[in-house]
C-alpha cells in the first residue's frame, strides 16, 4: 500500500501507568489504549504498594508490572532515582499518575515536565488534596467534577489538560459524590492522554498549548464535558 499522509501514523507514546491502590483509573486507560487507533500504549505498571489492587489486576491482565516500594529506600530521592532509572529504560514517554499518593521532588517533576499527568476528583483549583468529595459538600457546591492536569512542583495545581463536571444532589453522601465523579474520571482520563499523546495538548512555558489542527484548530469538547441533567 502507498503510504499517504492519512494512513502514516505516528508511533504510539510509550505511557507508564503509576498507581498506589485500587487502579480503576488504570484500567480505564489500559482498555482505552486496546483501541489500534489509540495514540499511546500501556507499557509498564509501577505500584510503591504491593498490595495495590490495581497491581494484582494489571499482572492478571499480563501487563509488564513493577512495584518499587517507597518504604524499603531511604528517602524520596533515592526511590525516584530508581524510578527514573525503569523509566529511562523501558523508554517511557509519559507518566500517567493514576491515584498515586506520594508526593515528587521539584527535581524529579522538573525532568518530566509536560511529560506527567495527574487525575484529581474535584475541579481544581477547587478542594486540592485530600478528601475532596467532603470538600465539595462541605462547600455546597452545586456542580463537582475531575480534573487532569499536568504534574507541577506545587500539589495539585499543574496546568489544567481537561476537565470533566458532574452534578452534586441534596442527597448526595461523599461517596455517592465520589463514585458520580469516579464514572467521569474513567471517561476523561483516556481523552486527555489520547490528546497529550497525539501533542493536540501540551505544555508551553507554564500554560496550556492547544495545536491547531486544520483551520477549526482541535475539538475542544475532547477536553471538557458537563453534566447531562
Ligand atoms: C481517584 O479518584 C483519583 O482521582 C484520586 O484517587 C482515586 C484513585 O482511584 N486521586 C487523587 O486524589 C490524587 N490527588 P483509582 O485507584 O481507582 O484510580
Request: aromatic share 6%; hydrophobic share 40%; proline share 19%.
Given at each position: 500500500m502507498t503510504q499517504t499522509p492519512e494512513t502514516i501514523r505516528a508511533p504510539k507514546k510509550r505511557v507508564a501507568i503509576l498507581i498506589s491502590g485500587r487502579g480503576s483509573n488504570m484500567q480505564a486507560l489500559v482498555t482505552a489504549a486496546?483501541?489500534?487507533?489509540?495514540?499511546?500504549?500501556?507499557a509498564l505498571v509501577i505500584s510503591n504498594?504491593?498490595?495495590?489492587p490495581g497491581l494484582a489486576w494489571a499482572k492478571e491482565h499480563g501487563l509488564p508490572t513493577l512495584t518499587l516500594d517507597h518504604q524499603l529506600y531511604e528517602n524520596r530521592e533515592h526511590f525516584e532515582g530508581q524510578l527514573q532509572s525503569v523509566l529511562e529504560m523501558s523508554k517511557i514517554d509519559l507518566v500517567a499518575l493514576a491515584g498515586f499518593m506520594r508526593l515528587m521532588t521539584p527535581g524529579f517533576v522538573e525532568r518530566w515536565r509536560g511529560r506527567m499527568l495527574n487525575i484529581h476528583?474535584?475541579?481544581?483549583?477547587?478542594?486540592?488534596?485530600?478528601?475532596t468529595h467532603e470538600q465539595a459538600l462541605a462547600a455546597g457546591v452545586r456542580i463537582s467534577g475531575c480534573t487532569v492536569h499536568f504534574v507541577s512542583p506545587?500539589?495539585?495545581?499543574?496546568?489544567?489538560?481537561a476537565q470533566a463536571a458532574v452534578p452534586v444532589l441534596p442527597a448526595d453522601t461523599p461517596e455517592t459524590l465520589a463514585a458520580r465523579v469516579l464514572e467521569a474520571e474513567h471517561r476523561l482520563y483516556p481523552q486527555a492522554l489520547s490528546l497529550v499523546a497525539q501533542d493536540q495538548i501540551s505544555l508551553n512555558a507554564d500554560s496550556i498549548a492547544f495545536q491547531r489542527v486544520g483551520s477549526e484548530g482541535i475539538n475542544h469538547a475532547d477536553a471538557l464535558f458537563s453534566p447531562s441533567l
Open positions: 486496546r483501541a489500534p487507533d489509540y495514540p499511546a500504549e500501556i504498594r504491593p498490595e495495590a476528583p474535584s475541579l481544581l483549583p477547587l478542594f486540592k488534596g485530600l478528601r506545587e500539589m495539585d495545581a499543574g496546568p489544567i489538560i
